[in-house]
């Protein structure tokens, strides 16, 4: 059995609008699925959870954002039953699916989950009893992140499908004000001293923030987070190096300094905020692990 779970309020409405573009198909082709939508926060994942264990669903296709994904991921984990997960992606920021390279057109995305085309096994990254999917982060992206989430003008941009525009908007004005600090960074047993640590950022996928290509060699099914840290650079440094995170090429910055590994631990000077797909969890100190092959994906 299928199980759909969309997020009518991902990408400002963009979740209901993409459902309404998926239904005719479903129905068109005699799928038998269950339904259910959202109604707010940690709902996905209670949803995943009672479509996996009461209606014996196999495969759960999310319609919604990072945020979403995250929630189904979380629900799929927590049920102990194995599920194949697809999406099609309607939120604003949209990395897992970027990550992931699927279709952008809502009907042909849908299409590739249902032939589960690309099947995988990814890793996931275990934070405080939860799971992060593509990227997890300590500082300057935590608080970037904060930022947009709470930020008025994060609706109106994503209404007018300037969604990233939200995101640098955030990141100009997180510049002036963020303190970088020294850290002490653990990666599988090795300490690293680090000092004015603008963030750390651990990757099961390359990008996060809409697209930025943080950890340019990160591969989701390889066991590893490739870890990217940023320090010792100035505001302005940091202010005209910055376009280049959405190339990779920031990877050649001397500021810019990557690791490999699967049990990571971060302590810091002051408390960093800590972000999981985008969303603030918790803060410094924080220990995360990566859990090898633990969720079938496709499309
Ligand atoms: N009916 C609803 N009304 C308001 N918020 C909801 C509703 N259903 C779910 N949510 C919340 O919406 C939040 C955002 O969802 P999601 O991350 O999928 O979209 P997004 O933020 O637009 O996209 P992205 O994360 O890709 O930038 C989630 O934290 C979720 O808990």
Same mark, same amino acid.
């Given at each position: +059995?299928?199980?759909?779970?969309?997020?009518?309020? *991902?990408?400002?409405?963009?979740?209901?609008? #993409?459902?309404?573009?998926?239904?005719?198909?479903?129905?068109?082709?005699?799928?038998?699925?269950?339904?259910?939508?959202?109604?707010?926060?940690?709902?996905?994942?209670? $949803?995943?959870?009672? !479509?996996?264990?009461?209606?014996? &669903?196999?495969?759960?296709?999310?319609?919604?954002?990072?945020?979403?994904?995250?929630?189904?991921?979380?629900?799929?984990?927590?049920?102990?039953? @194995?599920?194949?997960?697809?999406?099609?992606?309607?939120?604003?920021?949209?990395?897992?699916?970027?990550?992931?390279?699927?279709?952008?057109?809502?009907?042909?995305?849908? #299409?590739?989950?249902?032939?589960?085309?690309? %099947?995988?096994?990814?890793? !996931?990254?275990?934070?405080?009893?939860?799971?992060?999917?593509?990227?997890?982060?300590?500082?300057?992206?935590?608080?970037?992140?904060?930022? #947009?989430?709470?930020?008025?003008?994060?609706?109106?941009?994503?209404?007018?499908? !300037?969604?990233?525009?939200?995101?640098?908007?955030?990141?100009?004005?997180? =510049? %002036? *004000?963020?303190?970088?600090?020294?850290?002490?960074?653990? &990666?599988?047993?090795?300490?690293?001293?680090?000092?004015?640590?603008?963030?750390?950022?651990?990757?099961?996928?390359?990008?996060?923030?809409?697209? +930025? %290509?943080?950890?340019?060699?990160?591969? @989701?099914?390889?066991?590893?987070?490739?870890?990217?840290?940023? *320090?010792? &650079?100035? %505001?302005?440094?940091?202010?005209?190096?910055?376009? $280049? =995170?959405?190339?990779?090429?920031?990877?050649?910055?001397?500021?810019?300094?990557?690791?490999?590994?699967?049990?990571?631990?971060?302590?810091?000077?002051? @408390?960093?905020?800590?972000?999981?797909?985008?969303?603030?969890? *918790?803060?410094?100190? +924080?220990?995360?692990? +990566?859990?090898?092959?633990?969720?079938?994906?496709?499309?």
């Amino acid at each position: +059995m299928l199980g759909i779970i969309v997020n009518p309020m *991902s990408g400002s409405g963009k979740g209901r609008d #993409t459902w309404k573009q998926l239904e005719p198909t479903l129905k068109g082709l005699g799928v038998d699925y269950q339904v259910r939508k959202t109604s707010g926060i940690g709902e996905a994942q209670k $949803l995943a959870v009672e !479509l996996i264990q009461k209606e014996g &669903v196999t495969k759960i296709i999310a319609v919604g954002g990072d945020g979403t994904v995250n929630e189904v991921m979380n629900g799929i984990q927590q049920s102990g039953k @194995p599920c194949l997960f697809g999406l099609v992606a309607a939120g604003s920021g949209n990395d897992y699916a970027k990550g992931h390279g699927l279709a952008e057109e809502p009907v042909q995305a849908l #299409t590739r989950i249902l032939k589960e085309e690309s %099947r995988k096994t990814i890793d !996931l990254i275990k934070i405080n009893e939860r799971f992060a999917v593509n990227v997890v982060g300590a500082g300057f992206d935590a608080l970037v992140a904060k930022k #947009t989430n709470e930020a008025s003008y994060k609706g109106w941009l994503n209404k007018t499908k !300037l969604g990233k525009v939200a995101y640098v908007l955030s990141v100009l004005s997180v =510049i %002036r *004000s963020f303190q970088p600090c020294d850290v002490h960074l653990v &990666v599988d047993g090795q300490t690293y001293h680090v000092q004015k640590v603008w963030l750390i950022a651990i990757a099961n996928i390359p990008n996060f923030g809409g697209g +930025m %290509r943080i950890c340019p060699d990160a591969v @989701p099914n390889d066991g590893v987070a490739e870890i990217c840290v940023v *320090s010792n &650079v100035s %505001r302005w440094e940091l202010l005209f190096a910055f376009p $280049l =995170i959405f190339s990779g090429k920031h990877a050649k910055h001397p500021g810019v300094r990557f690791f490999r590994g699967r049990h990571i631990h971060i302590q810091s000077q002051n @408390p960093l905020f800590v972000q999981a797909d985008g969303e603030v969890v *918790s803060h410094t100190p +924080m220990t995360v692990e +990566m859990l090898p092959s633990c969720q079938a994906v496709c499309g």
